[in-house]
């Protein structure tokens, strides 16, 4: 089983598709760490170094665009740094499941694409 020093999930319990990808995990013997972002906000920092795991620099990449709070506060078409400001304040704007393990992470959107951190021979 891998320590949960080297994996964690970015987790939001009411979402069907973080419970998906924990249990995913949990079968796999994977043990994960557990970051509840919507409990906790993730700094601007924390969310820089996420985007270099994704191997992005566009935070679209985990921005819920989708959502009616996207579309109140205006971020259709916004720059770089007021997305990054809005994920941080807001961070219901965040997509989930992200899976991170060592260095690389996912966005487990489907939960089967947490497969691509564990890749076969």
């Known amino acids: 089983m891998e320590s949960s020093d080297d994996v964690t999930i970015w987790f939001n319990p009411a979402c069907s598709k973080s419970r998906a990808a924990a ?3 949990a079968e796999r013997g994977i043990g994960a760490g557990v970051f509840r ?3 906790e906000a993730p700094t601007r920092r924390q969310l820089e170094d996420l985007l270099v795991k994704l191997g992005t620099d566009d935070p679209l990449t985990i921005t819920r665009t989708g959502e009616r709070l996207y579309v109140e506060l205006g971020l259709d ?3 770089r740094d007021a997305l990054m400001d809005a994920l941080v304040a807001h961070p219901t704007l965040i997509e989930r499941p992200i899976v991170i393990r060592g260095e690389r992470a996912v966005v487990a ?3 089967e694409r947490l497969a691509e951190l564990w890749p076969t021979p």
Do not use: I, V
């Open 23 to 25: 249990g995913l995990l």
């Open 37 to 39: 972002y919507l409990d």
């Open 77 to 79: 078409g916004a720059d």
């Open 109 to 111: 959107r489907p939960p």
